[in-house]
């Protein structure tokens, strides 16, 4: 017999954000920012000027939103390698509502977020229903996602230039001197924020990455709920898909392998656990400032494009570790 969703009290032992051991962890991250921030404006004097701190913003906004959606799946001990190819693909499917079949801009949008949230769904039915190991079934979506793309455009991107609206989503100025795409970045931090910590979506996903089997004997329907939290991650990849389309004001369909690799880097930097059951929305925040801030600093210290990939894979391991440390303490 089938037993309806219920409320649940949160598993022994856990708690939303992991606790004062999670605070800790996102007080430590957010001390890290600071000391970036310091030793690369102490390092050049250009690092602190407007324009810079608003181009680090900005270049944190696709990679945060992204970010942001894989917060959820991390949290419930999944993942999701598809983030970035989804991202690729709702951007190209924006592309061919506004400009291949000519429907106004709100309609491509509707699009992009929908094709997002439709590659999360089908994860999260592999997953969930086909019990198949999430790095398989992303990995699969990551594949047919990044075909996808190159077949729908034969592999060239769609540009928008018919549509000058579209490109001041991302880049227009509704606070004078701060682009859209920080304004959306942050809003979109609040209401996952929301999402997470006040909304019965945040308890279960919780309570999956704690304990599914108990979650699953406490009467709630596992299997849905989990298929949720994927299309929210998937939604979250298509907004991220518009930002980045309308930034570069076209939809490149070679664009997308790698950002999930940075995305999911800002989640545990930011302190949330791969083993799942602890994690928040701004320690993601602060961890995807974080990779923005140390990318940038190497770049105007005029570090080479090759050591800073290795800097910032030094910065991911010593995050997972600290992690490992945590949970082994606990």
């Given at each position: 017999?089938?037993?309806?969703?219920?409320?649940?009290?949160?598993?022994?032992?856990?708690?939303?954000?992991?606790?004062?051991?999670?605070?800790?962890q996102?007080l430590?991250?957010?001390a890290?920012?600071?000391?970036?921030?310091?030793?690369?404006?102490?390092?050049?004097?250009?690092?602190?000027?407007?324009s810079?701190?608003?181009?680090i913003?900005?270049?944190?906004?696709v990679?945060?939103?992204?970010?942001?959606?894989?917060?959820?799946?991390?949290?419930?001990?999944?993942?999701?390698l598809?983030?970035?190819?989804?991202?690729?693909?709702?951007?190209?499917?924006?592309?061919?509502?506004?400009?291949?079949?000519?429907?106004?801009?709100?309609?491509?949008?509707?699009?992009?977020?929908?094709?997002?949230?439709?590659?999360?769904?089908?994860s999260?039915?592999?997953?969930?229903k086909?019990?198949?190991?999430?790095?398989?079934?992303?990995?699969?979506?990551?594949?047919?996602?990044?075909?996808?793309?190159?077949?729908?455009?034969?592999a060239k991107?769609?540009?928008?230039n018919?549509?000058?609206?579209?490109?001041?989503?991302?880049?227009?100025?509704?606070?004078?001197?701060?682009?859209?795409?920080?304004?959306?970045?942050?809003?979109?931090?609040?209401?996952?924020?929301?999402?997470?910590?006040?909304?019965?979506?945040?308890?279960?996903?919780?309570?999956l990455?704690s304990?599914?089997?108990?979650?699953?004997l406490?009467?709630?329907n596992?299997?849905?709920?989990?298929?949720?939290?994927?299309?929210?991650?998937?939604?979250?990849?298509?907004?991220?898909?518009?930002?980045?389309?309308?930034?570069?004001?076209?939809?490149?369909?070679?664009?997308?392998?790698g950002?999930?690799?940075?995305?999911?880097?800002?989640?545990?930097?930011?302190?949330?656990?791969l083993?799942?059951?602890?994690?928040?929305?701004?320690?993601?925040?602060?961890?995807?400032?974080?990779?923005?801030?140390?990318t940038?600093?190497?770049?105007?210290?005029?570090?080479?494009?090759?050591?800073?990939?290795?800097i910032?894979g030094v910065?991911?391991?010593i995050?997972?570790?600290?992690?490992?440390?945590?949970?082994r303490?606990?």
């Amino acid at each position: 017999m089938k037993i309806a969703d219920k409320e649940i009290s949160q598993p022994a032992g856990m708690k939303q954000t992991g606790g004062q051991s999670g605070f800790k962890q996102k007080l430590l991250a957010f001390a890290s920012l600071i000391i970036l921030v310091i030793v690369f404006s102490l390092s050049s004097s250009n690092f602190f000027q407007f324009s810079n701190l608003v181009g680090i913003l900005v270049s944190t906004a696709v990679i945060g939103v992204l970010a942001l959606g894989a917060t959820f799946v991390i949290i419930t001990g999944g993942i999701d390698l598809a983030l970035g190819t989804v991202m690729t693909f709702s951007s190209v499917m924006v592309g061919v509502i506004i400009t291949f079949w000519g429907l106004p801009v709100p309609l491509g949008i509707v699009g992009g977020i929908l094709a997002g949230a439709l590659c999360g769904f089908i994860s999260g039915l592999m997953v969930a229903k086909m019990n198949i190991p999430p790095f398989i079934a992303t990995l699969a979506i990551m594949m047919v996602t990044k075909g996808l793309s190159l077949v729908i455009t034969g592999a060239k991107p769609i540009y928008f230039n018919d549509d000058p609206i579209f490109a001041k989503i991302a880049m227009g100025k509704m606070i004078p001197g701060i682009p859209n795409t920080i304004v959306i970045f942050l809003l979109l931090g609040m209401i996952a924020s929301i999402i997470l910590s006040k909304t019965i979506i945040g308890r279960y996903n919780f309570a999956l990455g704690s304990n599914e089997e108990a979650t699953r004997l406490s009467g709630v329907n596992t299997v849905k709920w989990k298929i949720i939290i994927y299309s929210i991650t998937g939604i979250f990849s298509g907004i991220a898909g518009i930002l980045m389309a309308s930034r570069l004001n076209s939809a490149q369909p070679s664009l997308g392998t790698g950002y999930e690799l940075e995305a999911i880097a800002a989640v545990v930097i930011g302190g949330t656990s791969l083993s799942g059951g602890v994690g928040s929305i701004l320690g993601t925040i602060i961890g995807a400032l974080i990779m923005s801030v140390l990318t940038n600093g190497l770049q105007i210290m005029s570090v080479a494009q090759e050591w800073r990939t290795v800097i910032v894979g030094v910065v991911i391991i010593i995050a997972v570790y600290a992690d490992i440390l945590r949970r082994r303490k606990q």
